[in-house]
T-cell receptor
């Protein structure tokens, strides 16, 4: 199984809602990532988890809250978002951070629209 | 600081013709270079990487890339383009010791039948 599965594929939420994005991989990878991608732009790193611990937070606003319940799952909790947060949110995994080879496995993304 | 430049937003090529998608980079130390492809409404897929060794790297779907240290370039090439190659292509770089990739702005490749 070489897939990274993201749910939901599409999400529309109001600025006062609380929602979550979910990501799952069963490749035994120990590093998981959240990226944000705006239209016609490259992916921008948000968070990296290594062995279920937060390793990198790229100064992301606190309205985005990541969680890694176990080595296969990664969540992104959303609260009080702004319309400018509308984007494609991509989850990725890699074998590990130590000796990171640069080969990331991406999910298809969750397209978020904030009204 | 690391940076990646993809000078062309859009590349059009006729089916069967060779294609080139350009990438130049700037990093401290030895570069780790990558190409990823993104099809519509999909996540990114790894194509190939250069870490060390032979300057010509072969990857998935018949793509290859040539590392040129003197020109700080890592152009993506394919001898004969297919319509199904139409997608968004991202060059990426990783600095030595870093744990994430820095992506270029992307080049949209359109292969015309």
């Amino acid at each position: 199984d070489t897939e990274v599965t993201q749910t939901p594929k599409h999400l529309v939420m109001g600025m006062t809602n609380k929602k979550s994005l979910k990501c799952e991989q069963h490749m035994g990878h120990r590093a998981m990532y959240w990226y944000k991608q705006k239209a016609k732009k490259p992916p921008e790193l948000m968070f990296v988890y290594s062995y279920e611990k937060l390793s990198i937070n790229e100064s992301v606003p606190s309205r985005f809250s990541p969680e890694c319940p176990n080595s296969s799952l990664l969540n992104l909790h959303l609260h009080a978002l702004q319309p400018e947060d509308s984007a494609l949110y991509l989850c990725a995994s890699s074998q590990q951070l130590a000796g990171f080879t640069g080969e990331l496995f991406f999910g298809e993304g969750s397209r978020l629209t904030v009204l | 600081a690391q940076s990646v430049a993809q000078p062309e937003d859009q590349v059009n090529v006729a089916e069967g013709n060779p294609l080139t998608v350009k990438c130049t980079y700037s990093v401290s130390g030895n570069p780790y270079l990558f190409w990823y492809v993104q099809y519509p409404n999909r996540g990114l897929q790894f194509l190939l990487k250069y870490i060390t060794g032979d300057n010509l790297v072969k990857g998935s779907y018949g793509f290859e890339a040539e590392f040129n240290k003197s020109q700080t370039s890592f152009h993506l090439k394919k001898p004969s383009a297919l319509v199904s190659d139409s997608a968004l292509y991202f060059c990426a770089v990783r600095e030595t010791g870093a744990n994430n990739l820095f992506f270029g702005t992307g080049t949209r490749l359109t292969v015309i039948p």
